[in-house]
């Protein structure tokens, strides 16, 4: 059975770098793997949620949103028993989880204010995977967080300059100027490690504006990217 998965193949990468970079910073436990799979799968399930919700298919759609929802609670839901903290953390998610349908229903799961929202709820999955390794949420915690909120708000403005935007002038100015703020954010505070760990987003942005290149390249790219960032911070906590 073909499985269905969504089309944004940079989107893998936001949901599992900010997991696994809290899974890497808090220490390992046992517990991670089945709430990494449990959330993979939650994942999984809202794709053809939305799309049931914009009336396309519904039968089959809600097929595959049964599906991959129950995977999600057999992975998850005891993981969260046995920590119950976590449902803390999955509340947090609750109101991005509520915008992402919001703008679905409409059809405009392409806007920036729904990437950013996706985001944030995919960059909470890290203080999840740090607490399970910690058994707190500290500074290092939140910095998780932040930094994976800073690097994917940069691929998506870069994604949108390539596709949507990439005909308005001032949107480029607007990722420009993200990318040179925040890797200028780090130079001046002296945190090197994480500087260089962004640089690759800055070249890119730059360089790559107004070539021709097709979104599955961008996506490969921003995986590499992101792959990239993933090693430098890891290397970093350690």
Do not use: C
Request: no cysteine.
């Amino acid at each position: 059975m073909k499985l269905f998965l969504p089309k944004q193949h940079g989107a893998w990468a936001m949901l599992t770098v900010p997991f696994l970079l809290g899974m890497v910073a808090g220490g390992f436990n046992w517990l991670q793997l089945p709430l990494l799979i449990g959330w993979v799968a939650l994942y999984l399930a809202t794709y053809p949620l939305i799309l049931a919700m914009k009336k396309r298919k519904i039968r089959f759609h809600m097929s595959w949103f049964l599906r991959y929802f129950i995977v999600a609670v057999i992975f998850a839901l005891p993981v969260l028993i046995v920590e119950p903290f976590l449902f803390v953390i999955a509340l947090m998610m609750v109101p991005f989880f509520m915008i992402n349908l919001w703008f679905g229903k409409r059809n405009k799961d392409r806007s920036l204010l729904n990437d950013f929202s996706a985001i944030t709820a995919f960059a909470i999955s890290g203080l999840a995977s740090y607490y399970l390794g910690a058994g707190y949420i500290d500074e290092l915690a939140w910095s998780v967080f932040l930094l994976a909120i800073l690097f994917f708000y940069g691929s998506a403005f870069f994604v949108k300059t390539m596709i949507r935007e990439k005909k308005n002038p001032a949107f480029r100015w607007i990722s420009w100027g993200y990318h040179v703020i925040v890797v200028g954010l780090f130079l001046a505070t002296g945190a090197w490690v994480v500087m260089f760990a962004f640089i690759p987003s800055l070249a890119r942005a730059i360089y790559l504006y107004g070539k021709q290149w097709k979104p599955m390249q961008i996506g490969i790219l921003e995986i590499g990217n992101s792959l990239f960032f993933f090693i430098i911070l890891s290397v970093g906590f350690f």
